[in-house]
Antibody, heavy 123, light 108 residues
């Protein structure tokens, strides 16, 4: 059974940092691209970042470029999102999502989602 | 970046109704489009991938069609458990894998 378990969400002050983790199980982690998707309270889904199965390709939405870094440790089956210079508009539930395929850019869809970890940026 | 325009943003319908949601891409994405259903407090669930392929376990009343820039999700006979918010997502971009704005389907 595929499982994605996010952790690391917390209340942080503006300008602060957090590192989110996503522990994956039930599939060959290194064979699939994975994404971070966020959802602000009462709002729609927003794609944040993706990384290819081998970790050699990464992509970011414009609003987080230079502040967030996605990475993965395939030996630990874990995805990470390092979040720096956090702003109030980064407040959201952050989902880890498994892509259908190795690529981070071209895929047929996201077939598995975690339950999310909540990031709140507030003073 | 590829933009997705989803319509309508809100839809009021009755059980048994046929419902159609449209998603338009700002440039051609072939068939790299997926549809998701999200219920309050839950993670999204994949319904359709590659524009028209039904995900395993999803009821056959859901169907998807389209290619290029225009796509549709159809629910042939709306059931009580289908009241939710639906999102499209394009996955053909060396950049943002954008989502549509969502369609909330509510009971009339």
């Amino acid at each position: 059974e595929v499982q994605l378990l996010e952790s690391g969400g917390d209340l942080v002050q503006p300008g602060g940092s957090l590192r989110l983790s996503c522990a994956a199980s039930g599939f060959t982690f290194s064979s699939y691209g994975v994404s971070w998707v966020r959802q602000a309270p009462g709002k729609g889904l927003e794609w944040v970042s993706s990384i290819s199965g081998g970790g050699d390709a990464t992509y970011y939405t414009e609003s987080v470029k230079g502040r967030f870094t996605v990475s993965r440790d395939n030996s630990r089956n874990t995805l990470y999102l390092q979040m720096n210079s956090l702003r109030a508009d980064d407040t959201a539930l952050y989902y880890c999502a498994k892509l259908m395929g190795r690529s981070a850019a071209i895929s047929r869809g996201v077939d598995y989602w975690g339950q999310g970890t909540l990031v709140t940026v507030s003073s | 970046d590829i933009q997705l325009t989803q319509s309508p943003s809100f839809l009021s319908a009755s059980v048994g109704d046929r419902v159609t949601i449209t998603c338009r891409a700002s440039q051609g994405i072939s068939n790299y489009l997926a549809w998701y259903q999200q219920k309050p407090g839950k993670a999204p669930k994949l319904l359709i991938y590659a524009a028209s392929t039904l995900q395993s376990g999803v009821p056959s009343r859901f169907s998807g069609s389209g290619s290029g820039t225009e796509f549709t999700l159809t629910i042939s006979s709306l059931q009580p458990e289908d009241f939710a918010t639906y999102y499209c997502q394009q996955l053909n971009s060396y950049g943002p894998l954008t989502f549509g704005g969502g369609t909330k389907v509510e009971i009339k």
